[in-house]
């Protein structure tokens, strides 16, 4: 603290911290949803955000985003088999976490596919269709919506989320908005809207309804995936239901409260005027810079190679190219008992080196095959990854045409 090599506002953070935590360390156990200095620099941040109001005693942090998914995901189970299980929608292709969740907790998945024809949007027809089909199996109980998505790379527009909210209140579901790539916006024209703002601009009938959000310090432009900091904001929540959650989040005492510090570091930037405001600012503009200029590398270079068609990347991280594969291709792949695209990624992986997951992994339409890679690679390797992609995908359907 007496080192003058580190920045003021630095050191006054990280006093404000200390001075919320018992025996002033972030070695103690924290108040089971959190060290409340930390809470009320995240109910700022929202409040900034979305220009609404935030209420610390409607967050909780949690180990990661992850942690507090399945603390939520608990609340929302009905019976162990059958028709009584709890109905959870998500989308298809989704982030493995729900399917995980959804399997170990009994409960059911009821599958939405996302519109890959409309940059993957919600469609509403669809949200019906999934629900519909699924009543028969389970008690449809809530709506996970994942934006920016992951693996799909998509920013809803306000409007779709308007229409998600609409639908959900119809159908009398719970909300949860897993919103852990805000900051990855990249596309002219894409904005994040948080589900939290758009509620609370609709009429009562919708700005009373039940929401939980999600983010974490593993995104972004921080990427501190290790710190395994997270929260969520649990809005409108019914009075027995969040003494419940609190209950259920005691029994495992607290999140990491080194998590938990790097969360506020998130929550509580550099401001204008501070003296490490420039830097971090910098810092922030050059990768979220860097990420925006990868997003557009790869959406261009997978749409120029035939066969491969993919949607922009308008956030997050990933692009999830749709490849068509040639019947001999899908022969070869089932002489061998793999599915099409995971013998695509194999192929890949063993001739270049290049490693994606199939879109198998993610879910997808039948009959259509994907891949999803990231846009973390440092640009020059990325520029290297794509024209061995290239070179690898025409060899590839001249082997198989
Ligand atoms: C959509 C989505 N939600 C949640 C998570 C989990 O993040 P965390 O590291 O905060 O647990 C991830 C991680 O990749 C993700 O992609």
């Keep these: 603290m007496n080192n003058p090599a580190y920045p003021t506002d630095a050191k006054q953070r990280a006093t404000r911290i200390l001075d919320g935590c018992g025996g002033h360390s972030i070695g103690a156990y924290s108040d089971s949803a959190g060290v409340r200095v930390i809470r009320e620099d995240i109910a700022n941040y929202i409040r900034q955000r979305d220009g609404h109001p935030s209420n610390p005693d409607d967050i909780f942090l949690s180990t990661g985003a992850s942690d507090a998914i399945k603390s939520i995901m608990k609340l929302l189970l009905t019976g162990k088999t059958g028709k009584d299980r709890a109905g959870i929608m998500i989308p298809i292709p989704q982030y493995p976490l729900y399917t995980a969740t959804i399997a170990e907790y009994n409960a059911h998945p009821i599958g939405y596919y996302l519109d890959e024809d409309n940059t993957w949007a ?62 990855n916006i990249y596309a002219k024209g894409s904005q994040f809207h948080s589900f939290k703002k758009v509620l609370m601009e609709m009429p009562a009938e919708y700005s009373n309804m039940e929401l939980t959000s999600f983010l974490s310090t593993s995104k972004g432009y921080m990427g501190e995936c290790g710190f395994r900091g997270g929260y969520c904001e649990a809005v409108n929540l019914d009075p027995d239901v969040k003494a419940m959650l609190l209950k259920s989040i005691s029994a495992k005492l607290c999140s990491s409260v080194a998590g938990q510090a790097a969360m506020d570091v998130v929550a509580n930037p550099p401001k204008p005027g501070e003296p490490s ?68 990624c194999f192929q890949l992986l063993e001739n270049t080196g290049i490693c994606v997951v199939p879109g198998s992994g993610f879910g997808q339409k039948p009959n259509t095959f994907h891949f999803r890679t990231t846009i973390l690679p440092p640009v020059e390797k990325i520029q290297v990854m794509m024209e061995l992609f290239k070179g690898f995908h025409q060899k590839f359907l001249q082997t198989y045409k």
């Design 277 to 344: 405001y420039e830097l971090f600012e910098k810092e922030k503009s050059d990768v979220l810079g860097q990420l925006a200029q990868k997003a557009q590398l790869v959406t261009k270079t997978f749409n120029s190679i035939e066969g491969v068609s993919c949607n922009v990347v308008q956030g997050a991280m990933y692009a999830f190219p749709r490849i068509s594969l040639p019947p001999k291709a899908i022969q070869a792949a089932q002489a061998k008992g793999q599915n099409p695209d995971a013998f695509y």
């Design 122 to 183: 919600l469609n509403i027809d669809e949200l019906k269709r999934a629900l519909n089909e699924a009543r028969y199996h389970c008690k449809p109980r809530a709506i996970v919506v994942i934006n920016p998505g992951n693996p799909t790379g998509q920013v809803l527009s306000r409007e779709n989320i308007q229409s998600v909210i609409k639908f959900a209140k119809e159908e009398n579901l719970f909300l949860l908005a897993d919103e852990v790539y805000q900051h």
